[in-house]
């Protein structure tokens, strides 16, 4: 079974901190990608990465930055949280493009 | 016209009953689909991945897919109340470059 870890399940920070949210796959897989999901507007995605050191912007990436210097690790990361971060943030990864994404457990990240 | 429609629902089936589920998609040239599901504060859980024509049947779950209506479908057999949940469909294009599009999901309430 694919295995998609993410460092915390729950984490409160103020406004204006630097957050990092791990995410770790144990199946090679190529691609990795970080979404957040809200209520009422689905899953958005906020950047993907097909390969190590490269990545790509999604669908709602200000305010966000990226990290992927070894294949099974993708680091997203709010360089100066608002309350509008306030989110589920979930991680997936899948073997390749038009396959499905396995999803880790996510991330509730609140911004007081 | 978004690029995955799914309508949210809720829809409410007895229990036993079959429950069926829609989904229409705007790119003709989709290739790969998939539908997760999801518990209430919890991440998304694939469960059917359907490539071609027709119906792909998986225990109780059965994905039909029509790429010349542009409509993929799941039915659930013998409904049971562990399959309330949010249903999402989601969709992969073709080109190499293409991500996965989600809808924004239909609740699903299984009525004893």
């Known amino acids: 079974d694919v295995k998609v870890t993410q460092s915390s399940r729950y984490l409160v920070k103020r406004t204006g901190e630097k957050v990092f949210l791990e995410c770790v796959q144990d199946?090679?897989?190529?691609?990795m990608f970080w979404y957040r999901q809200d209520p009422g507007l689905g899953l958005r995605l906020i950047y993907f990465?097909?390969?190590?050191?490269?990545?790509e912007k999604g669908d709602i990436p200000e305010g966000y930055s990226v990290s992927r210097e070894k294949k099974e690790r993708f680091s997203l990361i709010l360089e100066s949280t608002s309350t509008n971060q306030t989110s589920m943030y979930l991680c997936?990864?899948?073997?390749?493009?038009?396959?499905?994404?396995?999803f880790g457990d996510g991330t509730r990240l609140s911004i007081l | 016209q978004k690029e995955v429609e799914q309508n949210s629902g809720p829809l409410s089936v007895p229990e036993g009953a079959i429950a069926s589920l829609n989904c229409t998609y705007s790119?003709?040239?989709?290739?790969?689909f998939f539908w997760y599901r999801q518990y209430s504060g919890k991440s998304p859980e694939l469960i059917m991945s359907?490539?071609?024509?027709g119906d792909k049947e998986d225990g109780r779950f059965t994905a039909q897919l029509n790429k010349a209506s542009q409509y993929v479908s799941l039915l659930i057999r013998d409904s049971q109340p562990s399959d309330s949940a949010t249903y999402l469909c989601?969709?992969?294009?073709?080109?190499?470059?293409?991500?996965?599009?989600f809808g924004s999901g239909t609740r699903l309430s299984i009525r004893p």
């Open positions: 199946m090679d897989h190529e691609n």
């Open positions: 359907i490539y071609s024509n």
């Open positions: 997936a990864s899948s073997t390749g493009t038009r396959q499905p994404q396995h």
């Open positions: 989601a969709v992969a294009g073709y080109s190499s470059a293409s991500k996965i599009i």
């Open positions: 990465s097909y390969d190590v050191k490269m990545k």
């Open positions: 790119d003709r040239v989709s290739q790969s």
